[in-house]
């Protein structure tokens, strides 16, 4: 047998037992900080597993990811006076928060995830009243819930750290939006159940 081909062999077969390794969660670190830069390093309560690797890395507390406006979209204000609680200043802040927060698992269009994440489009009657809301958001929400007919099973993380007029803000947006006519909260309404 010739020189050649034990060394080629041998090539092939180096080349195909590392394509068998599992890799080294090194190779895929960027990667996943630059997708999933809102993950915790610390206490976790929610986990996301790397399709390329198998490791996982937490993802807990609440998503951060800010969303993206539509190409022609106008600018959201830039500053929202916390002061004047109407409903165009609640609903201008409410969808920036939306943005922010809530947007990663309810979705830009509010209808969630089908068996992962409830809709908040057309579920006046799971979220309620205005004092009902603010406390889901405020306190967060654990264990099986039906919305809309089809049950969910997870958690939702309290957004405790948030002011009364950002809880109000993102639940008028909400309960003004995706086809909901539910009407404004107010911080006071927020204030009364934190």
Same mark, same amino acid.
């Given at each position: 047998?010739? /020189?050649?081909?034990?060394?080629?062999?041998? #090539?092939?077969?180096?080349?195909?037992?590392?394509?068998?390794?599992?890799? %080294?969660?090194?190779?895929?670190?960027?990667?996943?900080?630059? /997708?999933?830069?809102? /993950? @915790?390093?610390? &206490? !976790?309560? *929610?986990?996301?597993?790397?399709?390329? *690797?198998?490791?996982?890395? !937490?993802?807990?507390?609440?998503?951060? #990811?800010?969303?993206?406006?539509? $190409?022609?979209?106008?600018?959201?204000?830039?500053? $929202?006076?916390?002061?004047?609680?109407?409903? &165009?200043?609640?609903?201008?802040?409410?969808?920036?928060?939306?943005? &922010?927060? !809530?947007?990663? !698992?309810?979705?830009?269009?509010?209808? =969630?995830?089908?068996?992962?994440? +409830? +809709?908040?489009?057309?579920?006046?009657?799971?979220?309620?009243?205005?004092? %009902?809301?603010? =406390?889901?958001?405020? @306190?967060?929400?654990?264990?099986?819930?039906?919305?809309?007919?089809?049950?969910? @099973?997870?958690?939702? +993380?309290?957004?405790?750290?948030? *002011?009364?007029?950002?809880?109000?803000?993102?639940?008028?947006? #909400? /309960?003004? %939006?995706? =086809? @909901?006519?539910?009407?404004?909260?107010? +911080?006071?309404? #927020?204030?009364? $159940?934190?």
């Amino acid at each position: 047998m010739s /020189r050649t081909p034990l060394v080629l062999l041998s #090539v092939v077969g180096a080349l195909l037992s590392s394509a068998c390794m599992q890799r %080294n969660m090194v190779t895929d670190h960027k990667e996943i900080a630059d /997708r999933y830069a809102h /993950r @915790n390093q610390t &206490e !976790c309560s *929610s986990w996301l597993t790397s399709f390329k *690797s198998g490791h996982k890395y !937490c993802a807990s507390p609440a998503f951060k #990811v800010a969303a993206k406006a539509p $190409v022609g979209a106008a600018a959201a204000p830039a500053e $929202v006076i916390e002061e004047i609680a109407d409903l &165009e200043h609640l609903t201008a802040r409410g969808e920036q928060l939306y943005g &922010e927060i !809530c947007i990663a !698992c309810h979705q830009a269009d509010g209808k =969630g995830l089908p068996g992962a994440f +409830p +809709p908040l489009a057309g579920a006046g009657e799971f979220y309620g009243t205005p004092e %009902n809301m603010a =406390g889901i958001i405020l @306190n967060g929400l654990m264990g099986e819930i039906t919305v809309k007919g089809m049950v969910y @099973n997870g958690a939702m +993380p309290a957004q405790a750290q948030l *002011s009364d007029f950002e809880i109000a803000s993102v639940t008028t947006y #909400v /309960r003004t %939006n995706f =086809g @909901n006519a539910d009407g404004m909260v107010t +911080p006071e309404q #927020v204030a009364s $159940v934190r």
